[in-house]
């Protein structure tokens, strides 16, 4: 009788051992084909609406939240997104940290589909990983490859580095593990080396994609040309965007087309929210003194 039962149970065991061998792991292609809808293409321009930049990012929700780093869009005025083989210009920003280099615009979309977060925490090095973006502009290339190390720069900087093929265009793309869904997000801040990859942890900006405080910063509209971009209305869209220090820089070229009291006291408040006070406080002097003499 024992015998038997010894017989049976190992004859179960090796059933459930050859059913869980054979259930395999997604493969390149599944993960490519969950993931390819849900990876946005993000184009980057100046004030002439000239191309300066491309990179990617990611479909967080169905109503069209797209996170990518802010490292892509800083310096330019007009981005444009594309996702799910559709064009769009972001209604606003929503969720911006510039320290731990993330961004996240809002499209006026729903129903999107969307790319799950998982828990970083669990990533060790030796898994596999991949990443689908735009490089040298060839929209939703895949890339497979490992992670090499886990990195802390400091501050709240945590990065993963890893394998794989990565150029310009690579910016901003979901890093996503066997799954599909996503662990990282690839970032070249300028203190890093270029040759070598890098893709900030998701837990390290978890709680800004989870937060309910939305900016809702407004973005200059590719499409609108209603509004003449002068220096002084470019000072006037990077405040709103909450880059004061940009837009300090075109405040001061706008007093060079013409000099006024309201340009003097924008640059003030920008002193003010960066905590120069003592200029800020310059600033608004000479914004009385300009009003004082006509």
């Known amino acids: 009788m024992k015998k038997n039962f010894l017989l049976v149970a190992s004859i179960v065991l090796m059933l459930i051992a050859t059913n869980l061998f054979s259930q395999k792991m997604p493969s390149g292609y599944d993960i490519f084909e969950k993931a390819k809808n849900a990876v946005a293409i993000i184009n980057v321009y100046d004030e002439k609406r000239n191309l300066i930049r ?20 800083s310096g330019g005025t007009y981005v444009k997104i594309k996702v799910n083989d559709k064009e769009y210009v972001p209604m606003a920003i929503y969720k911006i940290d510039r320290r731990r280099d993330v961004v996240v615009y809002k499209i006026d979309d729903n129903g999107l589909p969307f790319l799950s977060v998982a828990n970083s925490d669990y990533v060790k090095v030796g898994d596999r990983v991949f990443t689908i973006g735009n490089p040298l502009g060839f929209e939703r290339s895949f890339t497979e490859g490992i992670i090499s190390a886990k990195r802390d720069f400091g501050a709240g900087k945590v990065y993963f ?133 006509k």
């Open 54 to 73: 491309i990179g990617a990012g990611f479909t967080y929700t169905p109503d069209g939240q797209i996170v990518t780093t802010y490292n892509l869009v």
């Open 161 to 293: 580095q890893f394998t794989g093929p990565t150029t310009e265009g690579m910016e901003g793309s979901p890093l996503l593990n066997e799954n599909g869904d996503v662990i990282g997000i690839i970032s070249s801040r300028s203190y890093m080396d270029r040759n070598v990859n890098f893709a900030i942890q998701i837990n390290s900006i978890r709680e800004i994609l989870e937060s309910t405080d939305v900016k809702n910063y407004s973005v200059p509209n590719f499409f609108v040309y209603e509004k003449p971009m002068t220096n002084y209305n470019l000072g006037l869209s990077y405040e709103s965007m909450g880059d004061h220090a940009t837009a300090i820089w075109y405040y001061l070229k706008s007093l060079k087309d013409e000099v006024t009291p309201e340009t003097y006291r924008r640059l003030a408040y920008c002193h003010e929210q960066l905590g120069n006070f003592k200029t800020a406080e310059s600033y608004y002097k000479k914004a009385r003194e300009l009003e004082e003499s």
